[in-house]
């Protein structure tokens, strides 16, 4: 896999004053990593896929397929089906038929039984289903092998624990399934978000209709092998392809009981329009822009760390991505040169390199997006530094950037950019940085780093974001809830609480 | 920043806004000692980007180039009761030649002593470019008083030491007495003469990063040429987490004075695997000026046999019986 390298398009720009003063330190190449690529010679990808539904895999009623291409290499990795209306509504129908048929009448150790199968064989097929998603979506294989699976395994062994307890999730009342939930899941974290989606849902006795992003369709279409493998009966969970009109289809099916939508507040405000007075249930989990707050006495090498994991981890494309740095300005000069020697080691590169920390960003129109937002930080006075690093010459590539002398009200400060992009801000007490930290349409999380618990405490009561991480980032298990506050939708997945998206509660 | 009540360092967020350095450095004792303190340190945080790094896969030639450069770092190390001039010849001879197979490995940086056998190192070395260290100022608990622990140090420099090992008084740390920890640095520098100086913190004794890190501060400002985790007599000796915050330390202090101090994680380190690892955590905090023997090296007795195996693996695609490595 040798490409041509490139030098990064903006080169380094300086940053503020104080941070460029000599002695620098020099991450050179004087101890370069040989490529360390982990092996695809087994990976046996079909040239095409189409729709399962029922338990099988069918052609689509539509006839039509689309490509999805490795962002890395822009090289096609397969055709999947694209499903029309009349597909989706097999789809339905077929969650229907075992919904009333299977799943409903199932006790709750049973459906715990098939959970806990499909998690065992996740982690069983743990390297195959790293190596696709990082191939699909451009991640670093790092984090899909470390992180991706293993944590969408956990969700499976989670929820298969609760489903024959439910009783015990709510006390004093009976909870029951909603019927048919039809299930939209972002391209960030494809296979897990399909295991967040469908680990609940089924634990809590409803079957699935679910609709992978259509630049990521991989390893939600291995997940469906691997379920029908598991021999879940057949319409538990029915997985088809396609990209917004199919997700409209399915969100305006008249017989989907629940909707659960991750993905943009531009769609999810489309969706929740469309449902009203339809009185189907749905829970959003849509963008962010969430404050990292650094104050002065903060572990601050520690807090660069969180920093870096925030904004970089999966290039960015994380809703929960900490892309405000709101840093005490006595501490700014010192973290800023830090963060800066930070990002000149970080591995910018082919996804499959295990040495990778920064992959490919997942679609051309991602990238755009990302350039145009950068461009508009450039063009409101912004200072911009991008790691020192080659970006290869074919694919979707962004080097690690953040911008320093960002305003309150740029572009950049405000709108997701959804890339490796940290806006740096600087605030002077704590009461400036609650009311910048809140200071925006959204509210999915926050972090918070001081060496005193008690600040911790006081601004984690107070930031209007449904995740408050505590000197650290990024930060997941299968039992905290995860969801957000204002634009950043409503409902809660993952825990107890994320269970309540998934019944109906009698008394 | 808290920390500059005690050092009267200019307006924080400027220069050095951590008080590594320019502040505890050169100008001698600080007025207000006891008071001293210095940013913290997260241990789960830090320890988590440590292991981090042991994430890096190291292939080809970039494995043979790091396992050399190891050898080169190491201060092959015997300090036992039971040490004889026959032992201490024969790890010289090790030192010198490492591998009696590949004349383009080593040689090691040093041999590390007891005061009483540096002279027959000195003799064994003799026309070679290993260096001496040897251990002094009571090693390994340096709880004797301080002119007897200034003339262990004389006299190691004076029976031909090019390094000297120090310990510090970790009871004086603990206890708050940073003012002794200061002085008895500053003065084992001067006894040191034109010996390069090597702190031992004893981080197992230290316990928390917290401490470890002003005990850095402390011995790079008192005169450390490098500062070194451990004497190999506590468990736990060096970790990568304990030395990633020491050089994160010695990273402040470059930022601040543009002075390179050296790091020596000692005691534990016992796989090539691990020693790649240690090698990651430098060029990745530091840069590649600390990837040399001047700035780092490795108090190790049995790291260097693995290290050899791996190469000779490398070498020739097969892994070698234990016995085809000579044991010093």
């Not at chain 1, 291995?222 to 969970?237: N, R, S």
């Not at chain 1, 449902?275 to 749905?282: E, F, N, P, V």
């Not at chain 2, 190691?156 to 310990?167: L, N, S």
Request: hydrophobic share 40%; proline share 5%; net charge neutral.
């Amino acid at each position: 896999m040798s490409r041509e390298i490139t030098k990064s398009p903006k080169g380094i720009a300086a940053a503020s004053a104080g941070a460029s003063q000599a002695p620098a330190l020099d991450f050179g190449r004087a101890w370069d990593y040989a490529p360390a690529l982990e092996g695809v010679s087994h990976i046996k990808l079909q040239p095409r896929y189409g729709l399962f539904i029922g338990g099988a895999f069918r052609a689509p009623r539509s006839d039509k397929y689309f490509a999805t291409v490795n962002p890395s290499n822009e090289q096609v990795l397969s055709e999947v089906a694209e499903a029309n209306a009349a597909d989706v509504d097999d789809a339905v129908r077929a969650a229907r038929l075992a919904y009333e048929k299977y799943w409903s009448k199932m006790r709750g150790a049973e459906r715990a039984k098939y959970l806990f199968r499909i998690a065992r064989a996740l982690q069983e097929k743990a390297r195959d289903f790293a190596i696709v998603e990082t191939m699909d979506g451009g991640k670093p294989i790092k984090e899909s092998r470390d992180f991706d699976v293993p944590m969408a395994a956990a969700h499976f062994f989670y929820h298969a624990g609760w489903a024959d307890k439910l009783d015990y999730a709510f006390q004093g009342r009976r909870a029951r399934p909603l019927g048919v939930a039809g299930q939209i899941i972002p391209w960030n974290f494809p296979l897990l978000m399909a295991a967040w989606k469908i680990a609940p849902a089924l634990a809590c006795g409803n079957t699935v209709v679910l609709k992978p992003a259509e630049t990521t369709p991989l390893t939600a279409l291995l997940l469906a092998q691997l379920i029908e493998e598991a021999e879940l009966p057949p319409g538990v969970v029915n997985i088809i392809t396609g990209a917004g009109e199919t997700g409209a289809a399915l969100v305006n099916h008249a017989d989907v009981n629940k909707i659960a939508f991750t993905g943009s507040t531009e769609v999810g405000k489309r969706i929740q329009a469309s449902l009203a007075g339809t009185g189907k249930r749905l829970t959003l989990e849509l963008g962010g822009k969430a404050a990292n707050v650094v104050f002065a006495d903060a572990p601050m090498d520690q807090a660069v760390e969180g920093i870096i994991n925030g904004i970089y981890f999966n290039q960015g494309h994380v809703c929960c991505a900490g892309s405000r740095l709101l840093v005490e300005e006595s501490a700014h000069d010192t973290l800023v040169r830090r963060l800066r020697d930070r990002i000149a080691t970080m591995r910018v590169g082919d996804p499959l390199d295990k040495n990778t920390d920064v992959g490919a960003i997942n679609s051309k129109m991602q990238l755009d997006r990302i350039r145009e937002l950068v461009d508009a930080g450039e063009r409101e006075g912004a200072t911009r530094y991008s790691a020192p690093c080659a970006l290869p010459s074919k694919g979707y590539w962004f080097a690690p950037t953040f911008f320093t002398g960002v305003a309150q009200s740029s572009r950049i400060a405000r709108e997701e950019i959804f890339g490796p992009v940290l806006s740096v801000l600087t605030f002077r007490t704590p009461d400036e940085a609650l009311e910048k930290a809140n200071n925006t349409m959204y509210g999915l999380s926050a972090g918070v780093w001081t060496d005193k618990g008690a600040k911790i405490f006081w601004m984690a009561e107070r930031l209007k974001a449904g995740v408050v991480w505590g000197n650290t980032f990024n930060k997941f298990d299968p039992s905290s809830p995860f969801g957000g506050y204002k634009e950043s939708g409503f409902g809660r997945e993952g825990g107890r609480q994320g269970l309540a998206a998934y019944v109906e509660l009698d008394g | 920043m808290s920390t500059h009540a005690t050092n009267g360092n200019g307006p924080a967020g400027t220069a050095a806004p951590y008080s590594v350095g320019p502040s505890l450095g050169g100008g001698g004792r600080p007025a207000l000692f006891p008071l001293f303190t210095s940013p913290p340190v997260d241990q789960v945080a830090v320890e988590e980007r440590a292991a981090s790094l042991a994430k890096r896969s190291l292939k080809k030639a970039s494995k043979v180039w790091g396992l050399k450069l190891a050898i080169s770092m190491m201060d092959l190390t015997t300090l036992e009761g039971k040490d004889t001039p026959g032992k201490v010849r024969g790890l010289c001879q090790k030192a010198r030649a490492p591998s009696d197979s590949d004349p383009s490995i080593g040689p090691c940086a040093a041999v590390c002593v007891y005061p009483n056998l540096v002279p027959t190192a000195r003799l064994a070395l003799a026309g070679s470019p290993v260096k001496i260290a040897s251990v002094a100022t009571a090693f390994p608990s340096g709880l004797s008083p301080l002119t007897v622990k200034l003339d262990d140090v004389r006299r190691a420099v004076e029976f031909g030491a090019d390094e000297i090992d120090m310990v510090i008084d970790r009871g004086a740390m603990l206890a708050g007495d940073y003012a002794k920890v200061f002085d008895e640095i500053a003065a084992t520098k001067e006894a040191s003469g034109a010996a390069h100086l090597k702190v031992i913190l004893e981080t197992g004794e230290l316990q928390t990063y917290d401490i470890v890190r002003k005990a850095s501060e402390l011995a790079i400002a008192a005169g450390a040429d490098f500062i070194k985790t451990s004497t190999g007599k506590v468990q736990p000796a060096a970790t990568p987490a304990v030395t990633l915050v020491m050089l994160e330390v010695i990273r402040d202090h470059y930022y601040a004075t543009g002075r390179k101090i050296g790091m020596k994680p000692a005691g534990g380190v016992r796989t090539a695997k691990q020693a790649l690892h240690y090698l990651v955590i430098v060029k990745e905090t530091l840069g590649d000026a600390w990837l040399t023997p001047d700035l780092f090296r490795f108090g190790a007795s049995a790291l260097l046999t693995d290290v050899l195996m791996q190469l000779e693996k490398e070498r020739t695609g097969l892994y070698q019986a234990a016995d085809d490595f000579s044991k010093d």
